[in-house]
């Protein structure tokens, strides 16, 4: 089993930054990919940013490319979600999610955190 633990959530204005982070504990000898959701009130659960623990390399969807950053930290066992450039538009419950498969596109995720309250104010 993988726990995962987000923090870092909050209040903010647009235009504003947050950084949330997720911590990993369990058995992660076979998780692969890190990876980040959203849900905002009323819509589905929608993909934000993943990263790959033995390269780094990462992918993001298109509504926060050049706003969001992905990093991992292997040591710690810790990913995070640098915002930048915040709008009303990214308020959601953004979830940490955990997998085996290697592949950073598909969004089929085995594991998840609890999920951190985002909320931006205009």
């Known amino acids: 089993q993988v726990q995962l633990v987000e923090s870092g959530g909050g209040l903010v204005q647009a235009g504003g930054s947050l950084r949330l982070s997720c911590a990993a504990s369990?058995?992660?000898?076979?998780?692969?990919?890190m990876g980040w959701f959203r849900q905002a009130p009323g819509k589905e659960r929608e993909f934000v940013a993943s990263?790959?623990?033995?390269?780094?390399?990462?992918y993001y969807a298109d509504s926060v490319k050049g706003r969001f950053t992905i990093s991992r930290d292997n040591a710690k066992n810790v990913v995070s979600l640098q915002m930048n450039s915040l709008e009303p538009e990214d308020t959601a419950v953004y979830y940490c999610?955990?997998?085996?498969?290697?592949?950073?596109?598909?969004?089929?995720?085995?594991?998840w955190g609890q999920g951190t309250q985002v909320t931006v104010s205009s």
């Open positions: 999610a955990a997998k085996r498969d290697v592949a950073l596109r598909l969004v089929a995720y085995d594991y």
């Open positions: 990263i790959r623990w033995s390269d780094g390399i990462r």
């Open positions: 369990g058995s992660l000898y076979n998780i692969n990919v």
